[in-house]
């Protein structure tokens, strides 16, 4: 694997591309996060955030406690899945009643929110947290399925922060299937103070595993 600086990576993934960015329970990226924002804004391409059960809250409180301005945050359009803390400008919400329900809403509104862009990048924060929810494999696959359809919309490029702890520990055939889906697999390491990415996975030619 090699090692990148992640300001050098966000211009690697193109849209249409899937990026698992997987971080365990010890680390928790929000410094890359904002990074990703904050690129998204300096190349005038607008950021579209899914927030799974109040997900982002999580990383916002960590960058007040970082001393990070959490400014950035309030005009980045959101979508909810579930949860009741609203940060950003929150244009949709999608209710958490039951898994099945859920694919079924978001499949008929989700292209809707994408259509006026013609790229947009898409951070979404918690998706480990709907697999928690899945009752059965039959519905874990459903919501596999679901990101399928949406993998190669030249729409998006989508980056999935995912907690790999929490799959390994609850629903870890999930993992690998997430993994096989993405173009692109980032791995995030503690060494020492330093957060190190790693790339696992790429169709970018720039970028050697």
Do not use: C
């Amino acid at each position: 694997m090699k090692a990148l600086k992640f300001k050098n990576i966000w211009r690697f993934p193109k849209f249409g591309e899937t990026v698992l960015l997987e971080y365990p329970s010890s680390t928790l990226p929000y410094r890359e996060l904002v990074e990703l924002i904050t690129w998204g804004k300096e190349n005038k391409i607008p950021v579209v955030m899914d927030d799974i059960l109040d997900t982002l809250y999580v990383y916002k409180t960590h960058m007040k406690l970082a001393g990070i301005d959490t400014g950035i945050l309030e005009d980045v359009r959101v979508i909810k899945t579930g949860g009741r803390l609203e940060v950003g400008n929150v244009i949709k919400r999608f209710r958490v009643s039951d898994i099945m329900s859920l694919i079924q809403e978001f499949e008929e509104n989700y292209e809707a929110l994408l259509s006026e862009m013609e790229h947009a990048i898409v951070p979404v924060l918690g998706i480990e947290r709907l697999f928690l929810l899945a009752d059965s494999k039959i519905e874990a696959l459903a919501l596999i399925n679901m990101l399928t359809r949406y993998a190669g919309s030249r729409r998006r490029t989508a980056f999935y922060f995912t907690n790999v702890d929490v799959l390994r520990n609850s629903v870890p055939y999930v993992l690998p299937l997430l993994e096989e889906l993405a173009t692109t697999v980032l791995q995030i390491h503690r060494k020492g103070e330093e957060i190190i990415p790693e790339v696992k996975k790429s169709i970018s030619m720039e970028v050697k595993v």
